[in-house]
């Protein structure tokens, strides 16, 4: 079993920025994907960026460029920088960890919101 504790979210203006942190406990030698995902209201829970246990990143084309994951593999945590925050990003983020064995963890979600 691996648990995901986020934090780090918040209320900010239009163009602000914002880091997301997960931290991760448990089983973790087995994880080896993270990722952020986010459900804006009314709407479905999609992909932000996940990144892989040597670095490799992948990202929402809704958010490239202004938004940079990254992870530290000595603190089993994995953070998310935004920067530009649009309106359109006020959603529930969630983190996420895949391990090697198919299991799939969630935390608990932290909001965002951008707005004047």
């Known amino acids: 079993q691996v648990r995901l504790v986020e934090s780090g979210g918040g209320l900010v203006q239009p163009g602000g920025s914002l880091r997301l942190s997960c931290a991760a406990s448990g089983s973790i030698f087995s994880i080896n994907v993270m990722g952020w995902y986010r459900r804006p209201p009314g709407k479905q829970r999609d992909l932000v960026a996940v990144?892989?246990?040597?670095?490799?990143?992948n990202y929402a084309d809704s958010v490239k460029g202004r938004f940079t994951i990254s992870r530290d593999n000595a603190k089993n945590t994995v953070y998310l920088q935004m920067n530009s925050l649009k309106p359109e990003d006020t959603a529930v983020y969630y983190c996420n960890a895949r391990d090697s064995i198919g299991g799939n963890y969630w935390g608990q979600g932290t909001q965002v919101t951008v707005s004047s």
């Open positions: 990144i892989t246990s040597r670095g490799s990143a």
